[in-house]
């Protein structure tokens, strides 16, 4: 055995370790802080290694840059766009409430996923030295691909196109448009540094119930300002009237000042998000944890096979922390937006597939990978394998149904009663967006297995590229699917919606029983089960 002291170990009479001074600390932080972007820099080529295909990485930047640029500059050259009276007008005196709406939604994503998505795993993460100002900058870099970011963004930049319009020969919607990315960057940012606060609050004794109180008194404010009538006002009051006059103007002192602010501001942001994530990172996460210890009666023996899977698969689900954080943001928020915006039955038919389609984000496009590395020993049970896709189809449902019903009475508070042909078109909405999201989950499931420890709030079920395409292509299809309905709820009876639902139902259970099939072919069960077990 040797016996020379380790480098890790101090000599005999050189006493304990003395903690670097405040001035040695200010010394090494901008060294630390140029690390912590080295290593980001090192974790997203990584993560973008992880790409089979360099053309698919190319093809996907590509069509990136190209439909925000698209988004910034062709609406200004459409009919009607410029300054004036008019749609123009409506819009640009939107724009400072649709600024401010997107910095909500920045900050609800990353207060939900708990201080923003993860550049890498949390397990792969503890054996590499990590800093939390690197988890914090990766944070930032992967917020954009999410699909709600990027439609909002692209929202407020067709906006500002169409508000300000080619004056000045396409200067003045530069100008513009160069302050409104920077906006962007801002909230964004912002976001972050109030999630990892909420998330080092969490943390504390007694914090989950302080957050979970804090997040009520918001909302009943917001309510409050909505029914007495003042939450326009006091957006218009809000700090984004001045941005925005500022940028509209076109280059000049004004406009400088303003794109100097707002690059200042978001330095300084993503600086102080630093600070919250290194104090969140030396405490655990109490909900999961509590979560992952908590004890729980022994329930009877179920009868059947089918029955105890999906016991099993419910609780693995309605257990987790992320599961029911996320579902209770999906369900609520979309919910109480119909509920202010007072939405009538014939527009509601929209909601469902989109509160469906983010269920399915949180754990159904991968769905097998709920098991860890569990899969291995439940692969071994004496259980016929159609059981087990059909207790995991069943669960899945179950949740997403969950949701979308939760979203739908809130926004039927103020929707008035219904007649028969809008309460059949809802009811088949909610219906055939299940299936549907049910169908296309467990086939990319199947097709794309990845091994992701779920327990994380912070995890997600897929890489990030992927996580937008699927987002992208469960968006389309249940939004044209809640568009078709919401022209059948203008029928004059009930068997209208009710009849073309029908095809529908009958196509997503088709493309669901093909994916069960393939399920029952031992080889690409064991390919799946290695993978989401590795």
Do not use: K
């Amino acid at each position: 055995m040797p016996t020379a002291a380790s480098s890790t170990e101090r000599w005999p009479g050189s006493g304990p370790p003395r903690r670097p001074g405040a001035a040695a600390r200010w010394r090494a932080a901008p060294a630390d802080a140029w690390q912590a972007v080295v290593d980001t820099g090192h974790l997203v080529a990584f993560r973008a290694g992880t790409v089979r295909s360099r053309g698919v990485l190319v093809g996907l930047a590509a069509t990136f840059v190209a439909l925000t640029a698209a988004a910034a500059v062709v609406p200004a050259w459409t009919p009607g766009a410029g300054p004036g009276e008019g749609r123009s007008l409506d819009v640009l005196l939107l724009l400072p409430t649709a600024m401010a709406g997107f910095l909500l939604l920045a900050l609800v994503s990353a207060v939900v996923s708990g201080g923003g998505r993860e550049l890498l795993a949390r397990d792969p993460a503890a054996v590499h030295p990590v800093s939390p100002t690197t988890d914090h900058l990766g944070a930032l870099v992967l917020a954009p691909l999410n699909i709600a970011w990027l439609l909002q963004a692209w929202t407020l930049l067709g906006s500002t196109a169409y508000a300000v319009g080619p004056a000045g020969g396409g200067a003045d919607l530069a100008a513009a448009q160069v302050g409104m990315l920077l906006w962007l960057a801002l909230a964004t940012a912002l976001a972050q540094v109030v999630a990892w606060s909420l998330e080092g609050l969490r943390r504390l004794r007694g914090g989950v119930l302080a957050v979970r109180l804090l997040g009520l008194g918001v909302l009943a404010a917001g309510l409050a300002l909505q029914a007495t009538g003042r939450l326009v006002p006091a957006l218009d009051r809000g700090p984004t009237v001045p941005v925005l006059g500022g940028l509209v103007g076109g280059p000049g002192p004004r406009w400088g000042l303003t794109v100097a602010g707002l690059l200042v501001a978001t330095l300084l942001a993503v600086a102080l998000g630093a600070v919250p994530a290194h104090l969140a990172a030396r405490r655990h996460p109490r909900d999961e944890q509590g979560s992952e210890t908590e004890h729980h009666e022994a329930r009877p023996l179920a009868r059947w096979p089918l029955t105890a899977l999906v016991r099993t698969d419910r609780a693995s689900v309605w257990r987790a922390v992320p599961m029911r954080r996320g579902l209770l943001v999906l369900a609520v928020g979309p919910g109480l937006v119909a509920l202010l915006g007072g939405l009538r039955w014939d527009t509601m038919t929209v909601l469902p597939g989109l509160v469906a389609s983010g269920g399915a984000l949180l754990f159904g496009v991968n769905a097998w990978c709920l098991d860890g590395r569990g899969g291995r020993w439940r692969e071994s049970l004496p259980v016929d394998p159609a059981t087990v896709f059909d207790a995991r189809a069943w669960v899945l449902a179950e949740f997403l149904l969950a949701a979308s019903l939760l979203t739908t009475a809130i926004a039927a508070v103020r929707a008035g009663v219904p007649s028969a042909a809008e309460l059949a078109a809802i009811t088949a909405t909610l219906a055939v967006v299940t299936v549907q999201v049910v169908a296309a989950a467990m086939r990319w499931s199947l097709a794309h297995p990845h091994a992701v420890d779920l327990r994380s709030a912070r995890a997600t079920p897929a890489p990030p590229l992927g996580m937008v395409g699927y987002s992208t292509r469960l968006a389309v299809s249940t939004t044209v699917t809640g568009l078709v309905f919401s022209g059948l709820s203008r029928a004059e009876g009930w068997a209208l919606p009710v009849l073309c639902a029908v095809p529908f139902l009958a196509w997503s259970s088709w493309r669901l029983l093909r994916t069960r099939r393939r399920w029952l072919d031992p080889v690409e069960r064991a390919r799946v089960v290695l993978t989401v077990t590795a």
